[in-house]
């Protein structure tokens, strides 16, 4: 059922056995699988059914270090999430992401890539993907035309994507509004948390929208799953009994901010034309394709991060300006339509050249997981939203083995492009000069990948979540989603948040 | 760019970069426009970044001039640069031109075709 919390008197108290902050991807995710248990589950979702300016407004904030998206317009406030517009890119982490890695400090999951499959296999159904299935040998038979460059797969490999269309808000509206035990608030802001007098437990949570109503949720399991960004936030500003805020005694909350690097890396021009589907993926039409991958032994010999290459037209990438340069708009709707507008108008004059070697020349950009930095951060302003709750400010910064991982890839692509015959590739400007691991070009984007805020830790002092997500030193807090990660992986976040929420998601019914 | 093209651009240095045989220790079938096309790069490249790509090569090796450039590209035979090209590739002799990730002997080529198009 739903209930606008607008509609409510003042003071309302609500209790539930569960209580899920934040409908987006991991709270959709985790409310379903709560449906038809015995548990009254509440979902509180700040903003509305559909977008409202005004309650996007409390995603406003400020960045510094390299340059980010606006933050009002990065996150999507309303029941469905940033589902509302992502691109649907979905592929699980390797096995070396969860791993201690020596030349990356601060890795080192506590649970491994095997402790996560099953859930893989259900997150594949919540986001309507085909089988949970990415290897490139079982789609090369299911696809026709997946011919791969022929390069040497102990270096590189085809790492494969699946692709979703689901816009949680359409897709599991109704299907959260029948279920009987699943109670959602709309405009249901939580500004605080309470706890028990030593914060070993959570007590209720404070809720707040612009009618200037305040309301109570009282719950057995809190879970907060409202973005990286928002997590930290939250926790960063429940400080009326713990100064540095909930969660927080070893200043790890908002910490280790990671994101995605997205930049143009190289050209590779290939010496003949080579036909194939594998590398080339079209929204809503195409069912698998690859990027790109460095083998974990290559990983390990070269001591880099995880990333991998994508190929765009060389034509079009020469045309098209960076995301970070278009989706500069404060409003999400409008950096939508502006970016995907400029793609298109690139799109069609690009498509003019149709004769000459830039006819098979692409642009190899790159993404790659971010080492952890502590430095790189969520933290809260003094300035406050509407609700009272300070606005975060985002420090995006990164380390030198970011940018020596990126170079050092394309080179390894390059040797390999021209040891198989198939072409030479040419590295941008700002990776060639090996001394310098700091500067980054203008056009380098995140990918609206906000991961690592409440990172999971075995150790107390290194981590803000446990091996099962559970806020250190709380019995009944948890933290859903991307926060949790303790590296980024290579591919991008949504599939493994979703299996990671569902994993979360088991163990809280572990403990009803 | 198309090899065709290529040679005939050629035709009018042949005589500059036609050394006598006995100088270049080469075999009877030596054709010195061959030595100078980098045949792959063609397909890619148009004469100008050909050049340009010498010209950058001959700046990191300015000892090297026209006779031990064609010695070291044609080291075997003329018909065997291909091949060479491989091998510099497999055992890691490239040099980065430009951002280019370039065989060594593919790279002497188009300096060799810069010292022609110089003249």
């Given at each position: 059922m739903h209930i606008d919390i607008r509609k409510l008197k003042n003071n309302t108290s609500i209790e539930g056995d569960i209580c899920i902050i934040g409908a987006g991807t991991a709270g959709i995710s985790i409310a379903l699988d709560w449906m038809h248990t015995s548990q009254k589950v509440i979902l509180l979702e700040g903003g509305g059914l559909n977008y409202d300016p005004q309650v996007q407004d409390l995603y406003e904030g400020e960045t510094s270090g390299q340059p980010y998206f606006p933050l009002r317009a990065c996150r999507l406030h309303y029941f469905g999430g940033t589902t509302g517009h992502w691109a649907g890119m979905c592929a699980p982490f390797d096995p070396i992401d969860f791993k201690k890695r020596d030349w990356v400090p601060n890795s080192g999951w506590p649970i491994t890539l095997s402790d996560l499959h099953p859930f893989y296999a259900r997150a594949n159904k919540t986001l309507q993907l085909g089988p949970y299935e990415y290897g490139f040998d079982y789609w090369q038979k299911e696809l026709s035309d997946l011919n791969s460059y022929p390069l040497d797969n102990s270096v590189i490999y085809n790492k494969m994507w699946q692709y979703s269309t689901a816009r949680f808000n359409s897709l599991y509206k109704e299907t959260i509004l029948k279920a009987k035990n699943i109670h959602l608030y709309s405009y249901a802001n939580v500004t605080n948390i309470k706890g028990n007098e030593g914060l070993s437990s959570i007590d209720e949570v404070e809720v707040k929208n612009h009618s200037g109503k305040t309301h109570t949720v009282k719950a057995k399991h809190f879970i907060l799953a409202c973005g990286a960004i928002q997590n930290a936030r939250i926790l960063l500003?429940?400080?009326?009994?713990?100064?540095?805020?909930?969660?927080?005694?070893?200043?790890?909350?908002?910490?280790?901010?990671?994101?995605?690097?997205?930049?143009?890396?190289?050209?590779?021009?290939?010496?003949?034309?080579?036909?194939?589907?594998?590398?080339?993926?079209?929204?809503?039409?195409?069912?698998?394709?690859?990027?790109?991958?460095?083998?974990?032994?290559?990983?390990?010999?070269?001591?880099?991060?995880?990333?991998?290459?994508?190929?765009?037209?060389?034509?079009?990438?020469?045309?098209?300006?960076?995301?970070?340069?278009?989706?500069?708009?404060?409003?999400?709707?409008?950096?939508?339509?502006?970016?995907?507008?400029?793609?298109?108008?690139?799109?069609?004059?690009?498509?003019?050249?149709?004769?000459?070697?830039?006819?098979?020349?692409?642009?190899?950009?790159?993404?790659?997981?971010?080492?952890?930095?502590?430095?790189?951060?969520?933290?809260?302003?003094?300035?406050?939203?509407?609700?009272?709750?300070?606005?975060?400010?985002?420090?995006?910064?990164?380390?030198?083995?970011?940018?020596?991982?990126?170079?050092?890839?394309?080179?390894?692509?390059?040797?390999?492009?021209?040891?198989?015959?198939?072409?030479?590739?040419?590295?941008?400007?700002?990776?060639?000069?090996?001394?310098?691991?700091?500067?980054?070009?203008?056009?380098?984007?995140?990918?609206?990948?906000?991961?690592?805020?409440?990172?999971?830790?075995?150790?107390?002092?290194?981590?803000?979540?446990?091996?099962?997500?559970?806020?250190?030193?709380?019995?009944?807090?948890?933290?859903?989603?991307?926060?949790?990660?303790?590296?980024?992986?290579?591919?991008?976040?949504?599939?493994?948040?979703?299996?990671?929420?569902?994993?979360?998601?088991?163990?809280?019914?572990?403990?009803? | 760019m198309n090899r065709r093209i290529f040679l005939s651009k050629s035709a009018a240095g042949l005589v500059v970069i036609s050394w006598p045989l006995s100088a270049c220790n080469t075999g009877p079938n030596y054709d010195p426009a061959m030595v100078a096309e980098p045949l792959d790069l063609s397909k890619i490249w148009d004469t100008e970044t050909i050049i340009k790509i010498g010209n950058l090569y001959r700046e990191q090796y300015p000892k090297e001039n026209e006779r031990s450039l064609v010695k070291k590209i044609a080291e075997r035979s003329p018909e065997s640069i291909g091949e060479r090209i491989q091998e510099d590739f497999q055992s890691g002799r490239t040099i980065m031109l430009d951002g280019w990730t370039l065989s060594m002997t593919e790279a002497r080529q188009c300096a060799l075709f810069s010292i022609k198009e110089s003249k």
């Open positions: 500003a429940s400080n009326k009994q713990a100064v540095r805020g909930l969660g927080n005694d070893k200043d790890n909350v908002g910490r280790y901010f990671m994101e995605h690097l997205e930049v143009g890396s190289s050209e590779v021009w290939l010496l003949e034309p080579f036909k194939t589907n594998l590398y080339h993926w079209n929204y809503g039409e195409t069912k698998a394709s690859a990027e790109l991958a460095i083998t974990e032994e290559v990983q390990r010999q070269e001591r880099i991060l995880n990333g991998t290459a994508s190929f765009s037209r060389l034509a079009y990438a020469r045309i098209r300006q960076p995301r970070i340069k278009t989706w500069t708009n404060k409003d999400p709707r409008k950096a939508l339509e502006s970016t995907l507008g400029h793609w298109r108008e690139s799109a069609a004059k690009a498509a003019e050249i149709t004769e000459g070697p830039i006819t098979r020349a692409f642009e190899l950009q790159t993404r790659i997981e971010q080492a952890p930095n502590p430095n790189s951060r969520v933290t809260l302003l003094s300035e406050k939203d509407a609700l009272g709750v300070p606005k975060p400010h985002l420090h995006w910064e990164m380390t030198e083995l970011d940018k020596r991982s990126v170079r050092r890839i394309h080179q390894l692509i390059a040797e390999q492009m021209a040891k198989s015959g198939v072409g030479r590739v040419k590295i941008h400007e700002f990776l060639r000069d090996e001394e310098d691991n700091f500067t980054w070009p203008e056009g380098t984007n995140g990918g609206w990948h906000h991961m690592g805020t409440c990172r999971m830790s075995d150790d107390p002092t290194k981590g803000v979540v446990d091996a099962n997500c559970q806020v250190h030193g709380i019995e009944n807090l948890y933290v859903a989603g991307s926060a949790c990660y303790t590296t980024s992986g290579a591919p991008n976040p949504t599939l493994t948040l979703v299996a990671l929420s569902l994993r979360l998601s088991d163990f809280v019914k572990s403990k009803v | -």
